[in-house]
């Protein structure tokens, strides 16, 4: 960072310095933030609700879980594209202008202390208390003499019979692991049958087998007791190799790249070359190493030099390699008081009631805010557009929803039925691709017609098209939303759903399904905005004319409420907004790019992010628009790959009570205190609490009370 910019972001914080000018260089790197370091940053703020004692217990867990998997995707993705611009030649800085090895050290340096954190956490503050609650994770050490009996009996049985230890040697060479398996290094001293003295032995653990085994409640004493793969392995590994000495036995796991990349030039049919694709993930470059905190140096070396892997890319962990085998604990019915109280969703008045559906969208537009306010009317108007003899066709797109859901169960009825029923199917979906590649075949088999987008832009937006034959008139009525037809996460993510039959959006959404399913030049929508055409261009001039606004002494805001903001034209067109004296408030979950509270740049800029109980996953754009307020919902956060390089979509909120709505929920986001992390100036993030005599404000248990049943 550079003296100027440096003095600039301490004199940001202190208010006793005179603002100096406005900056006019907007390319300096000091103004923003590493993409991949401000990644983490989330994943840092997911790791500290584990210790929050304000949520039930066994949720506590569960983010310390959900940590674990991020962190896994993280370096499955992200490190593993750092690494292969490295390997490739191919270096390029972001708007921070850190090259990929500097951000590759400053990665490493800052994961292995969260990493580190999160075994700190689990060993010292949650497992202590799972015994509290009477929940036992047993070491091997702690076995009973009956219990051991029974896991000895459950080794010969269950284990035994699928495991295949491989000694290392000229006929047996290291051994091809996959992505993220539970494997063991074993040490060996002494002479095979054969007389060979490899001294090396590799056990991976089958993966058929469950990681984490409930044991019987007659050996339990009353509690909940439960044994590790692993333990069970461990405590029986010298059976694997009869007549020679284990000297030593540890676990480790290996992360690979997960990426898939298609050559859009060479692919001749999308879903069958994923199907190739598919199999090599499991076997993708190693990016990371995990071994157990015993595990002896020569080993640990022997492992690395295995994988082509340093020291840096070496974790230590002081307990199992992989703790999301632990989710099914966390998952257990058993356990409702360590949980969070269960909900019902809420149904707006116009559906209470009314069987007919179509109907009630007729007569007014609809807005769902899930999961406070429910799915299933989203799922019920496709099944009853199915069954209905007037409808004659129903267009969707899928991006996440299972081969097996509701949703998709209502469009191979549809089909069945005679209907003509078009799926856009977008099977790059990343780690979803062999689920969309089944409910493809699904709904292929059913008569549908399928269509796989556009190579090169995958295609995320969220609508559904149902046309119906009403008297002499054609009557389109359309879903559209933020999130995906994922009736599962419809109850753990927020997102708006909006359902209309207004003429000029339905035409807007026909025009764009005929564009994904036909060819030819950008159509020409009035109402809707779709990337790669037309959404940022909009997200742009809406944000100059607020600028305008400003310089014109004219009411000015913007509320911007996605989940990630590295878009560089649309950060730099934020910067401008506020020099001109807009206030600009952004509610960004994950990765900001953005330098908030820079004198003279984003001192009218705030950034906050909301992590609690739902996945924060509505994107909002709001525009105060001189008094005259213009409100979007996106399937789109402002990102390259969102605005440049997919189909989505943003749909205007033009309805007065509707757009109100919106904006009011925004505000009660922005007065959270419990649970919103607001981004400083040097990148860094600090919770929110109340202030002395400051009432509590949750904003997701607000929206629970306000619109739950």
């Not at 010298?238 to 284990?246: R, S």
């Not at 036995?249 to 070359?273: I, K, P």
């Not at 009218?604 to 992590?611: A, L, P």
């Not at 919902?633 to 969102?642: L, V």
């Amino acid at each position: 960072m550079n003296l100027s910019a440096s003095q600039e972001i301490k004199e940001a914080a202190n208010e006793s310095v005179e603002e100096p000018s406005k900056i006019t260089d907007l390319s300096n790197p000091d103004y923003y933030i590493n993409r991949e370091l401000s990644h983490l940053e989330f994943n840092a703020r997911v790791l500290e609700q584990s210790l929050n004692e304000s949520y039930p217990f066994l949720e506590r867990l569960r983010f310390l879980l959900i940590f674990g998997s991020n962190i896994d995707e993280f370096f499955e993705i992200r490190v593993a594209g750092l690494k292969q611009q490295i390997n490739f030649a191919r270096e390029k800085s972001g708007l921070d202008g850190k090259q990929p090895q500097q951000v590759l050290t400053e990665i490493a340096q800052k994961t292995h202390e969260l990493v580190n954190k999160q075994y700190q956490i689990l060993n010292d503050v949650l497992l202590p208390k799972l015994e509290e609650q009477n929940i036992c994770l047993l070491r091997r050490t702690q076995f009973t003499p009956k219990q051991s009996e029974w896991i000895k009996d459950y080794f010969y049985q269950q284990i035994l019979p699928v495991i295949s230890p491989i000694g290392l040697d000229p006929a047996h060479p290291f051994p091809r692991l996959a992505n993220k398996i539970l494997n063991f290094i074993v040490s060996l001293e002494g002479k095979d049958a054969f007389g060979r003295e490899t001294g090396m032995a590799i056990i991976p653990a089958p993966r058929s087998l469950p990681r984490l085994i409930k044991l019987p409640e007659e050996l339990s004493n009353g509690k909940e007791c439960y044994a590790f793969l692993s333990s069970m392995i461990h405590s029986h590994v010298e059976d694997l190799f009869p007549g020679m000495t284990v000297k030593g036995c540890y676990q480790f796991r290996l992360t690979r790249n997960s990426d898939l990349t298609l050559d859009s030039e060479e692919v001749e049919d999308l879903a069958r070359a994923l199907q190739g694709e598919l199999w090599s993930r499991r076997y993708g470059d190693a990016v990371r190493l995990e071994v157990v905190a015993n595990c002896p140096q020569p080993l640990i070396n022997f492992l690395l030099k295995q994988f082509n892997l340093t020291e840096q890319e070496l974790y230590q962990v002081d307990g199992p390699v992989n703790l999301g085998r632990l989710m099914s604990v966390c998952n257990s019915e058993d356990h409702s008081s360590l949980q969070y109280d269960p909900f019902s969703p809420g149904f707006p008045k116009a559906l209470v009631k009314n069987e007919d559906l179509l109907g009630a969208i007729k007569k007014n537009d609809i807005l769902l805010l899930h999961p406070f306010e429910s799915f299933t009317p989203v799922v019920d108007v496709l099944r009853q557009a199915a069954k209905d003899p007037s409808v004659l066709a129903i267009k969707q797109t899928l991006y996440r929803t299972g081969a097996n859901s509701e949703i998709v169960s209502a469009m191979v009825d549809a089909a069945r039925n005679g209907k003509e029923v078009v799926a856009v199917i977008e099977i790059r979906a990343r780690f979803d691709e062999e689920d969309n590649l089944q409910l493809a075949s699904r709904l292929q088999e059913a008569g549908a017609v399928i269509v796989y987008g556009v190579v090169g832009y995958k295609t995320h937006a969220k609508m559904a098209l149902i046309i119906r034959r009403e008297g002499k008139t054609m009557q389109r009525y359309v879903h559209l939303g933020t999130g995906n037809y994922h009736a599962v996460n419809a109850r753990i993510y927020t997102d708006y759903s909006f359902l209309t039959c207004n003429k000029v959006l339905t035409e807007d959404v026909h025009q764009l399904f005929q564009q994904l399913t036909g060819m030819g030049k950008a159509v020409q929508v009035k109402k809707l905005l779709h990337a790669p055409f037309t959404l940022k261009k909009t997200i742009l001039e809406l944000i100059y004319n607020e600028a305008h606004n400003a310089k014109e002494d004219k009411p000015a805001k913007i509320i911007i409420k996605v989940n990630s903001m590295t878009e560089a034209k649309v950060i730099k067109a934020l910067y401008r907004a506020a020099q001109a004296g807009v206030e600009i408030d952004l509610i960004v979950r994950g990765t900001c790019c953005l330098r908030p509270g820079i004198k003279g740049l984003s001192e009218n800029i705030r950034v906050r992010s909301i992590i609690g109980r739902f996945l924060e996953h509505t994107r909002v754009y709001y525009f105060c628009n001189d008094n005259n307020p213009r409100v979007f919902c996106s399937s789109a956060d402002c990102m390259e790959r969102n605005l440049d390089r997919r189909v989505e979509t943003a749909f205007p909120v033009e309805n007065p009570k509707l757009a109100l709505r919106i904006k009011k929920e925004l505000d009660i986001y922005l007065s959270d205190n419990c649970m919103s992390w607001e981004l400083q100036t040097d990148g860094s993030y600090i919770q929110n609490h109340p202030s002395e005599g400051e009432t509590d404000r949750n904003a997701q248990q607000i929206l629970l009370e306000k619109l739950a049943r």
